[in-house]
């Protein structure tokens, strides 16, 4: 049997009286790794901070791991959008893994040896250690976005929300994100993120929410991941995503194969 | 009652004030709105080099001082943060504080070197003086005032672009760079004007006020021009007519209030975004959304069978928001309740069908365009049946039926 | 000129000007980080109603009514533009700038309705009377300090502890606030505590220095530490020095200059600005033009000597043409003199070193061009503009890579 990691009810957020979601009412599983698909200006992101608990809602509550959100002293982790981040600011690689550490702190005391030892194994695991006195504006995007990750690993969160962990990476970032979220799947925690590259979903995540403002399928990937469900989610426009894929592959294989004819 | 001499300084200030209206709504645009401040208080050091260099107390050499001055002000401004990591804000203020602190250094070399009987003067112009505003002067700054309104008007085009799209404006035939150098110029001869009466610090104000307030009544460019150059203009009336009747009170700090008051009233009252508004608007909105779910959950457990609710089962699983809900819908007279039990009114009932029929039909109809116009979203079941056309409703209901049945 | 300083009267007005400054640079670094160094500026104006309150209720000049009166007006101010940001929709430049003018309008007017009973001077606000601090003294273990020093002192202290026991906590709520609020930080009384903290250094700095002078040592040094710091200590710290130093030096031009001490060190922090915004090692913009200028030397210099070598030994291969580089002319002419004058090239053919720069060159462009052919499957005509740019980037060892890469393939 699961536990409910997140339980969303009738969820309603808006932004200077717009609303940004609409309605949601949701369950994610503990242990389970959740994609957040919609299209841009779905409220995505909006959904994340709502369950972070920095943005009120104008109507229905959350509940993490069984407790309302304002009462829950539950630690989240969680790794923002890249372009929401000020890269001139003056911290190095290890400072801002070692902010993971902050809260289990407590006021007062500074991060100590057992601190800087552990922000070190996290970034370790995303393969980053040796940058770590590197200052955050001076890493390349992949790079930047994993020592992001291995903040959240320091966090050592049983929730952890990622936004957009995979936009804009190169390959080996990619694969040491994905490695990082097959271990923290193994050791039973629960990962949100929101994710754009519809192709990779089917195999990668056991749990999608479709959104669009309103919430258009939530549950098991096998189940929810259906044509009908993303036509309903991004609505015509899905053809003009699946002729963009196609015309993509056909632009890669054929390259590809030029390349093997020389 | 109005004496002459009040009336060409009404005319002054009047002018002053439409200027500065019009100055600032481009300013709240771009959102520069701080630039004001500190060009305005970087003219210190341009006029004591002025004062310097022409050895006068004469408005238009001092005026070319402060002019140049702020030119520079507002270019370092806008430079810094394309060439470093400083950040607007942080140049803003830098550029604010050293060129501030660099005149009153200049005044202090001024004062302690024998010219202080005119050098009284420059100190003026840091509160302003608006009562001893000479007649020539009056006019001098309603001339320009007027000037530069009619410049604002005939370009309003340009600036339009420049000021809701920069890049567009740079991609499209339209010289960017020098309606952007000319808004600055705008900004800074207005500013530049304004200071005599003023003064350093409120001359921002009198930039920023008025189009802070008009931005409350309207939604358009130019609307939003028109109606800060007329709060400009009315803080100006105003202000120095209060200021005529109490003697003791400087004009400038008077004027600057009655923009404030100007936006108060805009902040409470005007309708839409108005704050009194929007509070109604939100509340009554989340009522008829808390009605509406309330209504819907007790005709879905009504559709499955049971007749009624149990009001103590409802009432556990629900918070202090849902009692409310409850004891409104009771007074509306949507729900009847006893003590145990909690069931639809035949009104209430044909309200729940209602509204659930039309939101099925709106999120068909959204998920068959896939719109997130934010604006269509979350609306009433009246709402939805005026704005979709009946013969759609048709149609998006029979897709309903069908997926229904298949 | 430097002996001003050691004079009894020096000494004192410049252990006052310092403190005030070093005060003001340390939070001054937390407003930059949070890019709110605006805020500084408002304050400082914002809490003239404040003092003026507080003045008139005490009806006497004792700093306590009037740092209390201030630091209510101070929390007005940033309570008010939050609120007209956050709840009624105005721009945050232009709610800050609604508030703040219009609490200074209503404090000028407050100065005149009351000038009469009290002796306010508006001016004695904006500069400051540091320049009598050696005249007003008060005995501590049995030394004389100037009075001023008291608040100044004070608010220093204050700061550096508030820095210090908050470190982690401001770190983590200036670089992300969203994870700062996540982490149950009680987010807004930290960012609430650090505006009233601006508030209470304003006001302890305003006898002593003016607000002028908060105004310029709020921004300025702690922008001089983000241009020079890659880590937030060193930030604080260099900050900090930025400060002292502008004090030091405006002190010192105020003796020069005879004129009043807070307008000098603002001038003089103004000129260390410009100096860090110059000089910043690695991006200032000196190192950077002189980076930029020296690279496009280089690609000139060796693309000359290249090209001229070509010539001299053969006919020009097809795709060894230089492509048409946006370079100008100008560039091109100081590198012709550059390759004159290191004696690489005579009479148009490059000898010496020259010439073998210029065999280096060719041989990594052709490295390069098998190397995109064979390895990154490259169609042909795609082959010759990437070889020209990357042949300039190739150092020894990657060129060795590529050549041993390219050799382990055909074995």
New interface residues.
């Given amino acids: 049997m699961t536990t409910t990691a997140i339980e969303i009810h009738?969820l309603?957020v808006s932004y200077?009286?717009?609303?940004?979601l609409?309605d949601i009412d949701a369950t994610i599983p503990e242990g389970s790794l959740c994609a957040i698909v919609g299209?841009n200006?779905?409220g995505k992101s909006t959904l994340l901070?709502a369950i972070?608990?920095?943005i009120h809602p104008?109507?229905g509550?959350l509940k993490i791991f069984d407790q309302p959100l304002e009462q829950s002293?539950e630690?989240?982790g969680?790794v923002?959008q890249r372009e929401?981040?000020?890269w001139?600011?003056?911290?190095?690689v290890l400072?801002?893994v070692l902010?993971g550490t902050?809260?289990k702190?407590g006021?007062?005391r500074?991060?100590g040896k057992v601190q800087r030892e552990w922000a070190m194994e996290c970034l370790d695991q995303v393969g980053m250690a040796d940058l770590k006195r590197r200052?955050v504006g001076e890493l390349s995007g992949g790079q930047q976005q994993r020592v992001f990750i291995a903040r959240a690993l320091a966090q050592d969160a049983r929730l952890i929300l990622m936004d957009e962990p995979f936009a804009g990476v190169d390959a080996a970032t990619e694969e040491a994100i994905r490695q990082v979220l097959l271990d923290l799947k193994n050791k039973g925690r629960t990962v949100v993120l929101v994710h754009h590259d519809l192709q990779t979903i089917e195999h990668f995540f056991d749990h999608v929410m479709l959104l669009?403002?309103?919430l258009?399928a939530a549950g098991p990937t096998a189940e929810i991941f259906t044509r009908e469900n993303l036509l309903?989610?991004?609505?015509?426009?899905l053809t003009l995503l699946d002729e963009a894929a196609e015309a993509v592959r056909r632009i890669r294989t054929g390259?590809?194969r030029?390349?093997?004819d020389? | 009652m109005i004496s002459p001499n009040t009336l060409v300084i009404l005319l002054g200030t009047t002018a002053l004030g439409t200027c500065c209206g019009l100055v600032g709504a481009l300013m709240l645009l771009r959102r520069r709105a701080l630039l004001a401040d500190a060009i305005a208080h970087s003219t210190l050091p341009g006029i004591c080099i002025a004062f310097l260099i022409g050895g006068s107390r004469s408005l238009p050499v001092l005026g070319i001082g402060a002019l140049l001055s702020a030119l520079l002000a507002a270019s370092l401004v806008s430079w810094l943060p394309r060439v470093t990591?400083i950040?607007k804000d942080a140049a803003t203020a830098c550029v604010l504080g050293i060129m501030f602190g660099a005149g009153i250094a200049l005044v202090g070399i001024i004062q302690r070197s024998g010219m202080s009987g005119s050098a009284a003067g420059l100190d003026g112009l840091l509160l302003g003086r608006t009562a001893g505003m000479l007649r020539s002067e009056a006019w001098l700054f309603g001339i320009s005032a007027v000037v530069m309104s009619l410049i604002i008007v005939a370009l309003r085009k340009e600036l339009l672009v420049s000021c809701f799209d920069p890049r567009f404006g740079l991609s499209s035939k339209i010289p960017a760079r020098s309606i952007d150098l000319l808004q600055t110029s705008l900004l800074a001869a207005t500013i530049v004007i304004a200071l005599p009466a003023v003064g350093v610090v409120l001359t921002a104000a009198l930039v920023i006020i008025p189009a802070a307030a008009a931005r409350f009544w309207t939604d358009r460019f130019d609307g939003l021009l028109r109606t800060s150059a007329l709060l400009g203009a009315a803080s100006g009336i105003v202000g120095t007519l209060i200021s005529s009747l109490h003697t003791n009170l400087p004009a400038g700090p008077v004027i600057v209030l009655s923009a404030t008051t100007f936006f108060v009233i805009s902040l409470l009252l005007a309708p839409g975004r108005g704050w009194i508004s929007?509070f109604l608007?939100?509340r009554s909105?989340?009522q008829n959304?808390?009605l509406r779910?309330f209504l819907d959950g007790i005709l879905s457990s009504e559709l499955g069978g049971s007749t009624e609710v149990d009001r103590q089962r409802l009432l556990r699983a629900s918070?202090a928001?849902n009692r409310r809900v409850l004891s409104n819908s009771i007074r509306g007279g949507w729900v009847q309740a006893d003590p145990h039990r909690i069931q639809l009114t035949p009104v209430g009932r044909q309200r729940a069908v209602r509204a659930r029929k039309a939101l099925q039909i709106w999120?068909e109809w959204?998920?068959?365009?896939?719109?997130?116009d934010?604006?269509l979203?979350?609306l009433d079941e009246q709402d939805i049946e005026k704005i979709l056309p009946p013969d759609l409703i048709e149609t998006l209901q029979k897709s309903i039926d069908e997926r229904g049945t298949s | 000129m430097i002996d001003n300083l050691f004079t009894p009267v020096g000494w004192q007005i410049l252990s006052v000007a310092a403190c005030a400054s070093a005060a003001c640079a340390l939070l001054g670094a937390q407003l930059v980080?949070r890019?709110r160094a605006m805020l500084g500026d408002a304050i400082a104006h914002g809490v003239l109603p404040g003092l003026v309150i507080g003045f008139v209720l005490s009806g006497s000049r004792d700093l306590f009514p009037m740092l209390v009166g201030a630091l209510i007006a101070a929390i007005i101010v940033s309570i008010l533009a939050e609120w007209l940001r956050e709840q009624a929709?105005v721009d945050g430049g232009a709610a800050l700038g609604v508030v703040f003018t219009s609490l200074f309008a209503l404090g000028i007017i407050l100065i005149e309705i009351f000038a009469r009973d009290v002796d306010l001077d508006p001016g004695c606000v904006l500069y400051g009377m540091v320049e009598y601090a050696p005249i007003h003294q008060v005995e501590w273990f049995g030394y004389f300090f100037p009075r001023s020093l008291t608040p100044v002192l004070g608010a220093l202290l204050l700061n550096i502890a508030a820095t210090v026991?908050f470190?982690?906590?401001w770190?983590?709520c200036?670089?992300?606030?969203?994870?700062a609020?996540?982490?149950?930080?009680p987010f807004r009384t930290l960012e609430q505590g650090l505006l009233v903290l601006v508030a209470i250094t304003s006001v302890a700095c305003f006898e002593a220095v003016g607000s002028v002078l908060v105004i310029a040592m709020i921004a300025v040094p702690a922008t001089i530490g983000?241009v020079l710091?890659?880590?937030?200590s060193?930030?604080v710290i260099v900050s900090t020095l930025a400060g002292v130093l502008a004090a030091v030096l405006g002190t010192l031009g105020a003796f020069q200059f005879e004129t009043g001490v807070p307008g000098m060190m603002a001038t003089s922090a103004g000129g260390l600005l410009v100096g860090a915004v110059l000089l910043a090692p690695g991006r200032g913009l000196i190192p950077a033009a002189t980076r930029r200028f020296s690279w496009t030397m280089r690609v000139e210099m060796e693309d000359i000597l290249a090209e001229s070598h070509l010539q001299t030994t053969a006919t020009p291969a097809a795709g060894n043409e230089r492509p048409d580089h946006p370079s100008s002319r100008f560039m091109r002419t100081i590198a012709n003199w550059l390759l004159w004058i290191l004696g690489y090239v005579r009479n148009g053919i490059p000898v010496g070193r020259g010439e073998r720069l210029a065999r280096a060159l060719l041989k990594k462009r052709g490295l390069w061009k098998r190397f995109a052919?064979e390895r990154?499957?490259l169609?042909a005509d795609h082959l010759d503009d990437p070889a020209h740019r990357i042949e300039h980037h190739l150092d020894e060892d990657l060129t060795r890579r590529i050549e041993s890469g390219l050799d382990t393939e055909e074995d």
Avoid at chain 1, 16 to 20: G, S, T
Avoid at chain 1, 88 to 92: A, S, T
Avoid at chain 1, 232 to 237: A, D, E, I, M, V
């Fill in positions: 009738d309603t200077r009286e717009k609303p940004v609409w299209p200006g779905a901070s972070l608990g920095t104008s109507s509550w002293q630690l989240i969680f923002p929401s981040v000020d001139d600011f003056p911290v190095d400072d801002v902010m902050y809260s702190l006021w007062f500074r991060p200052q669009n403002l309103r258009v309903r989610t991004y609505g015509g426009r390259r590809s030029l390349g093997k020389r | 990591r950040r929007r608007q939100k909105r989340l959304r808390q779910r918070t928001q999120r959204l998920t068959s365009e896939a719109s997130i934010r604006d979203i979350d | 980080l890019r929709g026991i470190w982690k906590e770190k983590l200036a670089f992300d606030p969203q994870l609020r996540a982490s149950r930080l983000h710091c890659d880590r937030m060193s930030m052919a990154l499957g169609a």
